[in-house]
């Protein structure tokens, strides 16, 4: 399902939560189109199987990028949200076979999961899956404007009303992070795609769920960007679930809460 965006015009950024999102700067864009969800498990496996893609979390690492790393070490893989414990205080585990036919790691699998947004997607990944859907990746002021869906100058997506305030606005974590997720929405990790209200746009999960790769990148430096906030935002931490926030990331980089959407220009 694709939507129409009007040309239109927008205050871009935000000056009351992170630095790297200020200034606020008017912004004109042009008309575009969307499409209202995120790309899904199902939609990623009909582009594998049309053209045998072989994700960046499914290669072999190359050695001469790695010259530090011991070759029998370096093993296809992604990282893997795993809650802190007494054994290990860090959440983020890069787990060898994870990617997103797996998502979790070798033991996990895509079984009732067909709906929710593909993940351990880089963004690599993403475009070349843009490209195969005679699309491409929005532009960062495009996803904005998208996600604000005509409430410039909002907080969130649907007004001001923080999102964990029942009922529901989307997919994000609720309780301490990164402790407790007490999965009050029903969901502790991706939910199934368009669960929640859409915007005024008519556009599903531009808040949390899964972040979403945008075209604006910095090759040279290896710099991506994401937008939208996953379920692992929360409000004592990461508090990205916001049209203006924006969250610099490695090209190359993958993991269980980054996904995608895309564009269309208007022909």
């Not at 790309?39 to 190359?62: C, H, I, L, M």
């Not at 585990?93 to 929710?116: C, D, K, T």
């Not at 002021?141 to 964990?164: F, I």
């Amino acid at each position: 399902m694709i939507r129409e965006l009007p040309a239109g015009r927008f205050m871009m950024g935000s000056e009351g939560f992170y630095v790297e999102e200020g200034p606020v700067h008017e912004v004109a864009i042009k008309p575009f189109r969307m499409d209202a969800f995120e790309v899904t498990n199902e939609r990623f496996a009909e582009f594998v199987k049309a053209t045998g893609y072989v994700t960046v979390a499914e290669r072999q690492p190359d050695p001469q990028l790695h010259p530090d790393i011991p070759q029998d070490m370096l093993l296809p893989g992604s990282a893997v949200f795993v809650p802190p414990s007494v054994k290990s205080a860090n959440w983020w585990h890069f787990i060898p076979g994870a990617s997103w036919r797996h998502p979790e790691g070798p033991q996990s699998s895509l079984e009732g999961r067909w709906q929710h947004p593909v993940v351990h997607i880089a963004y690599e990944d993403a475009a070349a899956f843009a490209e195969w859907a005679g699309g491409r990746l929005p532009t960062e002021a495009e996803w904005e404007y998208a996600a604000r869906g005509g409430l410039d100058g909002a907080t969130y997506s649907w007004g001001e009303t923080p999102p964990n305030d029942e009922p529901y606005r989307a997919n994000t974590w609720q309780g301490p992070f990164p402790l407790v997720n007490t999965g009050g929405d029903g969901f502790v990790r991706t939910s199934p795609a368009g669960c929640y209200e859409a915007n005024g746009y008519g556009l599903y999960d531009m808040t949390g769920n899964a972040w979403e790769w945008v075209a604006d990148t910095n090759p040279e430096q290896n710099q991506g960007l994401l937008k939208g906030g996953s379920f692992l935002c929360a409000e004592n931490y990461c508090w990205r679930y916001r049209p203006a926030a924006r969250h610099p990331q490695e090209l190359d980089f993958s993991a269980s809460h980054v996904g995608f959407r895309v564009a269309y220009d208007v022909k």
